[in-house]
């Protein structure tokens, strides 16, 4: 099975900020590799799918990249409204999930 | 409105069995991999099964293989997944959701509110 890590575990940062999250999947995924946001309370919300296509609706100020075995989600500016968790995602094999980032507010 | 609905959740006790439904509205199952994902209050999300567009094809996290079955009805744009033997251990929120494209198993592009299972004597 493809293992998946994220670092850091929690992150503090303040509004306007520049963020990037890291995801290492445990063999290569190639490009098979998505985003998540979590709020609390809420169901997950795709950001971005195949490594850096932005879902639909999804500020642009959301990124991602990477290739293989290492990926990178960026938020470039932080709103109020960013302050959430993220999973990274492969979807190579049978899918796994990463163990998330929770992004609180400095 | 866009939506899947899960039910069936609540309270059983160890070794007992439980089937969630997802019931999708306003949007159709009919052709898209269909997942069960599910969260321990305050943890991570953990992929639990899948099932193809027709049904023809099912997979399973280790955990839960030989004890939880999915399946779908597409006439009924309705999901299952019947969980048997039921531990402590499977105690979570159990998200349905659906594949963003047709015929793909990848990224998850619709989910539903989450039913919470309670596995306590």
């Known amino acids: 099975d493809i293992q998946m890590t994220q670092s850091p575990s929690s992150l503090s940062a303040s509004v306007g900020d520049r963020v990037t999250i890291s995801c290492r999947a445990s063999q290569s995924i190639t490009k098979y590799l998505n985003w998540y946001q979590q709020r609390p309370g809420k169901a997950p919300k795709l950001l971005i799918y195949?490594?850096?296509i932005l879902q639909s609706g999804v500020p642009s100020r959301f990124s991602g990249s990477g290739s293989g075995t290492d990926f990178t989600l960026t938020i470039s500016s932080l709103q109020p409204e960013d302050f959430a968790t993220y999973y990274c995602?492969?979807?190579?094999?049978?899918?796994?999930f990463g163990p998330g980032t929770r992004l609180e507010i400095k | 409105e866009v939506q899947l609905v899960e039910s069936g959740g609540g309270l059983v006790q160890p070794g007992g069995s439980l089937r969630l439904s997802c019931t999708a509205s306003?949007?159709?199952?009919?052709?898209?991999?269909m997942q069960w994902v599910r969260q321990v209050p305050g943890r991570g999300l953990v992929w639990v099964s899948r099932?193809?567009?027709?049904?023809?094809?099912?997979t399973y996290a280790d955990s839960v293989k030989g004890r939880f079955t999915i399946s779908r009805d597409n006439a009924k744009n309705t999901l299952y997944l019947q969980m048997n033997s039921l531990r402590a251990e499977d105690t979570a929120v159990y998200y349905c959701?659906?594949?963003?494209?047709?015929?793909?198993?990848?990224?998850?592009?619709?989910w539903g509110q989450g039913m919470l299972v309670t596995v306590s004597s």
């Open positions: 959701a659906r594949g963003l494209f047709t015929n793909s198993t990848g990224c998850i592009g619709y």
């Open positions: 306003g949007l159709t199952l009919r052709g898209y991999w």
């Open positions: 195949t490594t850096s």
């Open positions: 995602q492969q979807s190579a094999s049978v899918s796994t």
């Open positions: 099932i193809n567009s027709d049904g023809s094809t099912t």
